[in-house]
């Protein structure tokens, strides 16, 4: 069972993000749970590709030739700038929001509107 | 209402997938269809990569040699999207008219 | 907003140490654990690391958002025109990899210690990439500085 622990983050760690972003008022809080669901995703990946034993596929003076699976880091290298990408993007829109309407509620943006 | 839709929907979610994540299941054996950490279950795309990235590409560092040859349209597609993630924000955050400031 | 003098003249002094570091994560991209994305986020950070720790009007000079833009435009052509050569067979074809000429030396199978003439095209898309996201990340930083300074001026 213990065996599992990374997917049992993974879980927990998504759970968590989700909860961020169902529950909080606060945009930022909002993208702090974006960021964290991202997170998650990525150790998920990187730890589906895991090989019992096994070292970073890199040749240069590597100690064995049992190397975990190179295609998942690869995918999560993509996945991460993609995360930070889309991170910018949010908080420049909260900076935004914040400067024209003085709060970072949403309820309250849409009610100040006019 | 609303408060008890979402507790229920985070506890349902967690709920199902800490059932997958620590179902112990047959613990050590390489196939199933439980999932199982240090044991994945198909490896060939990877192990071709791993024995014929030196030859083809010339590199030490597999990773590299995926993202940049063997899945050059994935490495494209992102570097696309962070150039359009840099002009969304230049254009959200450009300067405003003369008479506003 | 200017940090004090402690924060200054040590980011001045730790700055060029971590552009020489991310280009060395740039150049060796294809020997050891690194790449174009991860050395260019590490020179993206000493340029924000100046940016914060100096006042924005005594950088602005040479950290401009047009010199980084211009940056972000040329690693992505220059990656995608490498990738557009290597069509006489295929899209993204490895054309210098094995050819005995810049790059393209042969690699023993197997286990060693590396040698920085092979990879054929991947160190050259590792320098076009580490350009653009460098050049991505600090138009990012400049352009929401810039912003911020704005709401201070016309708040205050």
């Known amino acids: 069972m213990l065996g599992n622990l990374p997917y049992i983050t993974v879980v927990i760690v998504a759970g968590i993000g989700i909860y961020a972003m169902m529950w909080k008022r606060n945009l930022i809080k909002v993208v702090i749970g974006v960021s964290l669901l991202e997170s998650a995703v990525n150790l998920f990946l990187v730890s589906l590709g895991y090989r019992a034993g096994g070292v970073a596929p ?12 190179p295609t998942p880091q690869a995918l999560t290298l993509t996945s991460i700038v993609i995360g930070v990408a889309v991170d910018a993007l949010l908080l420049s829109f909260c900076v935004v929001i914040y400067r024209h309407y003085g709060t970072l509620d949403p309820r309250k943006v849409r009610r100040l509107r006019g | 209402m609303r408060k008890l839709l979402i507790i229920a929907s985070i506890a349902i979610f967690i709920a199902f997938f800490l059932y997958v994540a620590i ?11 439980h999932l199982v950490f240090g044991y994945p279950k198909y490896t060939d795309m990877d192990d071709y990569f791993i024995t014929h990235g030196q030859i083809f590409s010339a590199a030490n560092n597999i990773v590299t040699s995926i993202v940049f040859d063997f899945r050059g349209y994935d490495t494209l597609g992102e570097a696309t999207v962070l150039f359009a993630a840099v002009m969304g924000i230049a254009s959200v955050l450009r300067k405003l008219r003369r008479d506003e400031e | 907003m200017k940090m004090s003098k402690i924060v200054r003249t040590q980011s001045g002094f730790l700055y060029p140490f971590i552009l020489i570091f991310g280009l060395y994560i740039v150049i060796h991209g294809h020997l050891t654990p690194g790449g174009g994305f991860q050395g260019g986020a590490v020179i993206a950070t000493g340029f924000a690391l100046v940016v914060v720790a100096y006042e924005y009007k005594d950088v602005r000079k040479w950290i ?3 010199r980084l833009s211009l940056a972000e435009v040329t690693g992505l052509l220059a990656f995608i025109i490498t990738a557009y050569l290597g069509l006489g067979s295929t899209f993204f074809r490895n054309w210098l990899a094995n050819s005995g000429s810049i790059f393209g030396s042969r690699v023993p199978p197997g286990i060693n210690p590396g040698n920085l003439n092979t990879g054929g095209v991947l160190p050259v898309m590792n320098l076009a990439v580490g350009l653009e996201v460098l050049g991505g990340l600090g138009v990012i930083i400049v352009y ?8 201070e001026e016309s708040a205050g």
């Open chain 3, 64 to 66: 401009t958002a047009n």
């Open chain 2, 23 to 33: 179902n112990p299941g047959d613990f050590g054996k390489p196939a199933g269809r």
């Open chain 3, 144 to 151: 929401m500085l810039n912003y911020l300074k704005r709401g």
């Open chain 1, 58 to 69: 890199i040749y240069t003076n590597a100690p064995s030739t049992k190397m975990v699976l």
